[in-house]
Nanobody, 128 residues
Framework: VQLQASGGGVVQAGDSLRLSCAASGRTLSGYTVGWFRQAPGKEREFVAIIRWSSGITRIADSLKDRFTISRDNNKNTMALQMSSLRPEDTAVYFC??????????????????????WGQGTLVTVSS
């Protein structure tokens, strides 16, 4: 699976931004796609995932009031809609894909090692 993330940019606090991830190379049936982010000097952290076949989602508790994840089966794309952005949301956002067994538990969902496919990342900068 090849993943291409896009949509990052510089926004002000309170703004909204939509990130996209285009998938190619194989069918995503049996796979889950999602987003992680990495702020400067910090470890990569889980943001959200969506199961391609069913569309069910899992979003980090701290973000679920502001972020939503969706997918378009026909276009083989996934999106992360972010609203009420804060300076602490500043990070490189990566799209990733892994087998559906990442849904086994929260621990398996948030572990970066369970996702063998990664996009190149897109930078989101939120100014105060």
């Amino acid at each position: 699976v090849q993943l291409q993330a896009s949509g990052g940019g510089v926004v002000q606090a309170g703004d909204s931004l939509r990130l996209s991830c285009a998938a190619s190379g194989r069918t995503l049936s049996g796979y889950t796609v999602g987003w992680f982010r990495q702020a400067p000097g910090k470890e990569r952290e889980f943001v959200a995932i969506i199961r391609w076949s069913s569309g069910i989602t899992r979003i980090a508790d701290s973000l679920k009031d502001r972020f939503t994840i969706s997918r378009d089966n026909n276009k083989n794309t996934m999106a992360l809609q972010m609203s009420s952005l804060r300076p602490e949301d500043t990070a490189v956002y990566f799209c990733a894909s892994g087998p559906d067994r990442v849904w086994t538990s929260w621990r398996t969902s948030v572990a970066t090692g369970n996702y063998p496919y990664w996009g190149q990342g897109t930078l989101v900068t939120v100014s105060s």
